[in-house]
T-cell receptor, first 115, second 111 residues
Framework: ETGVTQTPRHLVMGMTNKKSLKCEQHLGHNAMYWYKQSAKKPLELMFVYNFKEQTENNSVPSRFSPECPNSSHLFLHLHTLQPEDSALYLC??????????????FGQGTRLTVV | QKEVEQNSGPLSVPEGAIASLNCTYSDRGSQSFFWYRQYSGKSPELIMFIYSNGDKEDGRFTAQLNKASQYVSLLIRDSQPSDSATYLCASLTDSWGKLQFGAGTQVVVTP
């Protein structure tokens, strides 16, 4: 079992729905991240949390709302999404942000389809 | 403006040969660099990282970094069919732990 667990693995939602993606890390890390991976595009960093504090919001539309209740859990709340938001959403964690050997461990991702 | 660039491939490599992957980056402030492997439908997994100029070897993999040329490479020796995947280059661009990824190079190892 991976140290970073994401649920659900697949999600289909309508543009008027509200859903949430969940991420849990069992590695004792203190930094967590949300990435978006669209076809043929680089991984895009969306949000960074360090010790539960949001340290980066990479110009993400407000229809994506992150929540980090503690260092082990990270959520991404979704509402009124658009079809172009369909992508693989990856959660990652690392021991400490900013160190030169900051290795990010990824979850298996949530494949999101907006219809 | 792309900050980390890779050839998309596919890079076709005969089994047993050396696969050579290249990556360039634009941010001179980048501190360290990571190579991830991603199988189709799976999440990225770290192969190795490098932050000093020169070579770093780990098993069949060698990472090379040239900060003056803003160039990172990955060599895969004795390529195996199981090495067929997309390889992602990433740079650590700031103290916030922001990993900037390239679009990836698809490698296909043919028996």
């Amino acid at each position: 079992e991976t140290g970073v667990t994401q649920t659900p693995r697949h999600l289909v939602m309508g543009m008027t729905n509200k859903k949430s993606l969940k991420c849990e890390q069992h590695l004792g890390h203190n930094a967590m991240y949300w990435y978006k991976q669209s076809a043929k595009k680089p991984l895009e960093l969306m949000f960074v949390y360090n010790f539960k504090e949001q340290t980066e919001n990479n110009s993400v539309p407000s229809r994506f709302s992150p929540e980090c209740p503690n260092s082990s859990h990270l959520f991404l709340h979704l509402h009124t999404l658009q079809p172009e938001d369909s992508a693989l959403y990856l959660c990652a964690s690392s021991q400490e942000r900013g160190r030169v050997n900051t290795e990010a461990f990824f979850g298996q991702g949530t494949r999101l389809t907006v219809v | 403006q792309k900050e980390v660039e890779q050839n998309s491939g596919p890079l076709s490599v005969p089994e047993g040969a050396i696969a050579s992957l290249n990556c360039t980056y634009s941010d001179r402030g980048s501190q360290s660099f990571f190579w991830y492997r991603q199988y189709s439908g799976k999440s990225p997994e770290l192969i190795m990282f490098i932050y000093s100029n020169g070579d770093k070897e780990d098993g069949r993999f060698t990472a090379q970094l040239n900060k003056a040329s803003q160039y990172v490479s990955l060599l895969i020796r004795d390529s195996q069919p199981s090495d067929s995947a997309t390889y992602l280059c990433a740079s650590l661009t700031d103290s916030w732990g922001k990993l900037q990824f390239g679009a990836g190079t698809q490698v296909v190892v043919t028996p």
